[in-house]
């Protein structure tokens, strides 16, 4: 927790919580995970794509992958990410103190990028790692013109030879990546840990209004073409939709606004899209109808209306017997067990196209997160700890029975 503590004390924002990929103050906060990952024994590496990996031995066993994210979003919390990295070190402290050798090593990883703030796009770290990078994403650039490639060699990556940072498949025995739930469930249920069995599909869109800019006091009513005033009409039909539709939770948490001034009337207005559902059918029909929606608002006031995709992210199934091992050391840890499905995308996301994956969810207070008011409580984490703990010798037995 204090380690916690010491990492959102690098931050781009005084007196705030912000760590953008391959910033300044996420450089501060690699060099004490590197610290702290040598001090639990572990032999510590930079790949290519700025991931911090700390391993316990380099040799023909195969790898338990456990880890998160190290960048955060502006203005967020101190335990998003960071919280499973503490996790993933501590686990390596842990089974290093022990006299009896795992038949598997173990990977602590600090993910470099998941929240996709600086260059608009997330999972940067593991796609990496698990080979699905888009090489074309390195000229993308960020608010300053800076391509994604230069930033990374910068922070000392190697963009070049971004495909070196792939981790063989056949080497990864599983990956664990605990988190705090960023959701109120466990808190209403009134438990400690979850294991989450499934991460619902996203997809995220861009609606553009086009109307006619001019001026405020002139401008009869009746003759205005108001692009705000539609963006407006459609983010209300937005939220009343997906109140109507079970399980679907679909956000507009982004207007740019043109020309954004008091005295003129909106000539353009663009609003970005997040919807989400644990069944991609509902997910991909509510796209569709929100988008014929924003449509019939635009033509009935006389608008343009475009529409663009700019993530589509499959639900995922995480593996079925990594999650009954992580409910087995629930019982073994005197916790009670409860699956649930995470509504937020995660590292494990793409690690699942790699191996088997599986999510351990800490409890948060009042479910927030990605806001300063983040918060957990210290015998939550060492419940955490100890279902991992158990977790990882369930998974070691299972593993020499094979």
């Known amino acids: 927790?204090?380690?916690?503590?010491?990492?959102?004390?690098?931050?781009?924002?005084?007196?705030?919580?912000?760590?953008?990929?391959?910033?300044?103050?996420?450089?501060?906060?690699?060099?004490?995970?590197?610290?702290?990952?040598?001090?639990?024994?572990?032999?510590?590496?930079?790949?290519?794509?700025?991931?911090?990996?700390?391993?316990?031995?380099?040799?023909?066993?195969?790898?338990?992958?456990?880890?998160?994210?190290?960048?955060?979003?502006?203005?967020?919390?101190?335990?998003?990410?960071?919280?499973?990295?503490?996790?993933?070190?501590?686990?390596?402290?842990?089974?290093?103190?022990?006299?009896?050798?795992?038949?598997?090593?173990?990977?602590?990883?600090?993910?470099?990028?998941?929240?996709?703030?600086?260059?608009?796009?997330?999972?940067i770290g593991s796609r990496a790692l698990a080979g699905c990078f888009d090489l074309q994403l390195l000229e993308r650039t960020d608010n300053q013109g800076i391509p994604m490639w230069q930033a990374m060699q910068s922070f000392g990556g190697q963009p070049e030879n971004i495909a070196a940072a792939t981790l063989p498949a056949n080497r990864v025995l599983a990956f664990l990546e605990p988190h705090i739930e960023q959701g109120p469930v466990l808190e209403t249920s009134q438990l400690a840990v979850g294991l989450v069995d499934g991460i619902a599909g996203q997809t995220r869109a861009t609606a553009r209004f086009v109307g006619r800019a001019a001026h405020a006091g002139t401008t009869p009513m009746h003759l205005r073409a108001d692009a705000l005033a539609a963006a407006a009409q459609w983010i209300l039909a937005v939220e009343q939709y997906a109140r109507d539709t079970p399980g679907l939770v679909a956000t507009i948490g982004y207007a740019q606004i043109h020309p954004n001034t008091p005295n003129v009337i909106a000539g353009e207005v663009v609003v970005r899209l997040d919807a989400r559902h644990q069944l991609d059918t509902v997910r991909h029909a509510a796209a569709k109808h929100l988008q014929a929606i924003g449509q019939q608002v635009a033509s009935s006031r006389g608008l343009a209306f475009h529409w663009e995709d700019c993530q589509e992210q499959a639900a995922v199934a995480l593996d079925s017997r990594l999650i009954a091992t992580l409910e087995s050391a629930c019982h073994v840890a005197q916790q009670p067990v409860l699956r649930l499905t995470s509504g937020a995308g995660h590292d494990a996301v793409v690690m699942s196209r790699l191996a088997p994956t599986a999510m351990l969810f800490l409890r948060c207070k009042h479910g927030i997160s990605h806001h300063p008011d983040e918060s957990v409580q210290v015998s939550d984490v060492e419940a955490g700890l100890r279902v991992m703990y158990h977790f990882i010798d369930l998974l070691a037995a299972a593993f020499r029975n094979s």
């Open 1 to 123: 927790m204090q380690r916690c503590d010491q990492i959102a004390a690098h931050s781009e924002l005084p007196g705030k919580v912000c760590r953008t990929f391959c910033s300044p103050a996420t450089a501060g906060a690699v060099q004490l995970v590197k610290q702290w990952m040598c001090a639990a024994g572990l032999t510590v590496q930079l790949d290519a794509a700025c991931n911090v990996i700390g391993r316990s031995a380099v040799d023909q066993r195969p790898a338990l992958l456990i880890g998160s994210h190290i960048d955060t979003v502006p203005d967020g919390g101190r335990f998003d990410g960071a919280l499973g990295i503490m996790f993933a070190i501590a686990a390596a402290q842990m089974f290093q103190a022990r006299s009896t050798e795992l038949p598997f090593t173990i990977q602590a990883i600090a993910f470099s990028e998941e929240e996709g703030v600086r260059f608009r796009t997330p999972y």
